[in-house]
Nanobody
Framework: QEQLVESGGGQVQPGGSLRLSCAAS????????MAWYRQAPGKQRELVAS???????DYADSVKGRFTISRDNAKNTVNLQMNGLKPEDTAVYFC??????????????WGQGTQVTVSS
């Protein structure tokens, strides 16, 4: 069974940090990249950060300089270090395995999502 297992979500005060982790229980076929998405209430799901097999990374403008995506290919995991968290970062965060089509990340396999809440 192809699964993405997420951990690290929770509640944090503004300015705090969280580290999300995601691991594939089995190897995925037809993918060469991994990513993190998020979806806030009443908003569309957005791509937060992506990481290609070759090491290319990309970030949403709203998180540049604050979030860092990293991969450990040997362990088939992807992490998202989130620093300087803001209330507007509150969302359900989803791990994803997919591929790049040109410059665009294409999602294929989804995790279940983990809640991140930034509030006082």
């Amino acid at each position: 069974q192809e699964q993405l297992v997420e951990s690290g979500g929770g509640q944090v005060q503004p300015g705090g940090s969280l580290r999300l982790s995601c691991a594939a229980s089995e190897d995925f076929s037809g993918i060469n990249a991994m990513a993190w998405y998020r979806q806030a209430p009443g908003k569309q799901r957005e791509l937060v950060a992506s990481h290609a097999d070759a090491g290319y990374t990309d970030y949403a403008d709203s998180v540049k300089g604050r979030f860092t995506i990293s991969r450990d290919n040997a362990k088939n995991t992807v992490n998202l270090q989130m620093n300087g968290l803001k209330p507007e970062d509150t969302a359900v965060y989803f791990c994803n395995a997919g591929y790049y089509s040109g410059k665009y990340y294409r999602p294929v396999y989804w995790g279940q999502g983990t809640q991140v809440t930034v509030s006082s």
